[in-house]
Every structure is written in C-alpha cells, then in structure tokens.
C-alpha cells in the first residue's frame, strides 16, 4: 500500500480556505492512507478557551469531519487530520480517521503541549487501534512522541502503522521516530505543518519536515522545512507484524513486564 503525509501551511481561522486546499491536495493523491497536520483545518496558535471553543467541531457531525469522510469516500482511501472538538463544555485537540465508507474513530491528545494546557482538556479515552482491513493503524498528535510510552502502548494493542499529526515547534521529533520506530518495529506517519503564525504578540514557527518511517528506523520520506509538498511511500504493512530481531530475540515477548513496576506509578524520586 501506498501511505503519504499533506505538508502544507493552514492559516489560523480561515476554516473554509484550510478544508478547500487540504480537499483538493488529497485529490491529487495517490495514496491509500493520507495524514493531514494536527490542527489542520484552524491553524494552531489560539489567544483564549473561548476563541478554540468558537472553532470547535463536534465529531463526527461537524463539517471537517464530514468533509473528510467525503474525499475518502470519492478517493476509496483512510485519512487522519487533527482539529478540535467539541464535547459537551469539553474541547479536545483530537485527530480523526476516516475511511471510504464513513467516520471510523477519533483520538484525544493526552500530552498536551505548553499553552495547549490552557485552552484544552486533556485526552480522557487513553489510545486506539483502528484495523482497516488491509492493516491497523494507531493515532497519536504532536508532543506525544515525546512520551515512548505513546508508541509503545499503540504498538502493544497492534498497531502496524502510526499516524502522527503534528504541529512541531521543536527539531527533535524526527530523529526521534527513527528510534520510537525501531524500539516498537512499527511505520509512522509523521505529518507537521509549515509557516509561521503570529497573533496578539505570540508567534511560532513550524519546522515542517514532515517524515514517513520504517519499522528498522529507515526515513523512507522526508520533506522540506518550508515547503507545501506530499511525500509518499509504498509499504507492506505487514513487515511491521513480525517483532523478532534475530532468532533469540523478540522485541515485545522479551519485555520483562514484571520488573518495570516503575512505569506504571509517577514520579517517586
Ligand atoms: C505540539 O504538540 N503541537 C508541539
């Protein structure tokens, strides 16, 4: 299969222009499984809870979602975009998957990012795997990269590739999916977002390279810094099944569970 990542620039607010430019590079895809950016479909930089609840969306009712399941169903193909959504009085930056025949499920980002804790709730339904027939795919956003126990717990229920939408401000997180990537012998989808957003004082720049990589720590694409681009890769899903490293080896069976008591409590030092 062919798995691919929308680079491109959303401008904060302009909802219709942002789902106009996402829909139109998704039809010029060839891929079977597309991620769109976190946030994609608003821009990110948010002034006030207020201002993020006034561009929230409930899922699946809400037209980004259902914009989504329009094209996936036009293009037969799955999608994963980020926006935020609506719950009752509770705002999530969530991220969606969509298939040709409708909305499959949603994510809620549990490690929320520097001001994100001001305008957000935290994630309360833990992590997902969605099988879609030809492979299963775990959701994570952005600044969850940089908890291993993200990748490790999607990989752990299955998960043969990650879909990664992200709006990254940092240049770690590429170089880092090398490594979460080998440690779980998983594909990741690692879409970010480029320009720069200023409003009231505030401004962040967003380091795109956006990166596709395999199951050894191979990059199999990465895109530029600036750039509007779509990287794609063809794949077989299922080299992600096998965890053996050699013949005494396996990743997951040779975990040593009931020693990692640690992992489990917070902080005890
Ligand atoms: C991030 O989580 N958007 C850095």
New binding site residues.
């Given amino acids: 299969m062919k798995i691919g990542a929308i680079q491109f620039e959303p401008l904060f607010g302009e909802v219709d222009r942002n789902l106009e430019l996402a829909g139109s590079l998704i039809m010029k895809s060839d891929a079977d499984l597309l991620v769109l950016p976190?946030l994609f479909n608003t821009g990110?930089v948010f002034t006030s809870r207020e201002e993020a609840i006034s561009l929230s969306e409930q899922i699946p009712q809400g037209r980004t979602t259902q914009m989504l399941c329009d094209v996936a169903k036009e293009k037969g193909i799955f999608i994963v975009g980020g926006l935020v959504e609506k719950d009752g009085d509770r705002i999530f930056n969530s991220a969606v998957l969509v298939s040709p025949d409708g909305y499959v499920g949603r994510y809620r980002k549990v490690h929320l990012?520097f001001e994100?804790k001001l305008w957000f709730d935290p994630g309360d339904e833990g992590f997902s795997v969605y099988d879609t027939g030809v492979c299963k795919v775990g959701i994570m956003?952005?600044?969850d990269w940089f908890f291993p126990e993200s990748m490790r717990a999607l990989s752990l229920m299955g998960a043969d590739i990650i879909c990664h939408p992200?709006?990254?401000?940092m240049p770690f997180c590429q170089d880092a999916m090398r490594t979460r990537c080998l440690e779980n012998h998983v594909f990741a989808i690692t879409t970010n977002r480029v320009g720069t957003e200023s409003r009231e004082g505030k401004s962040l720049h967003f380091t795109g390279g956006s990166q596709i990589t395999g199951p050894d720590g191979r990059v199999l694409f990465r895109a530029g810094e600036d750039s509007e681009e779509t990287g794609t890769a063809e794949i077989d899903p299922m080299a992600a099944r096998d965890k053996k490293i050699n013949e005494y080896n396996d990743l997951f069976r040779d975990r040593r569970t009931n020693l990692y008591g640690a992992l489990l409590k917070g902080r005890n030092f």
């Avoid at 992200?166 to 401000?169: G, R, S, T």
């Fill in positions: 976190e990110y990012f994100e956003i952005c600044f992200a709006n990254l401000v």
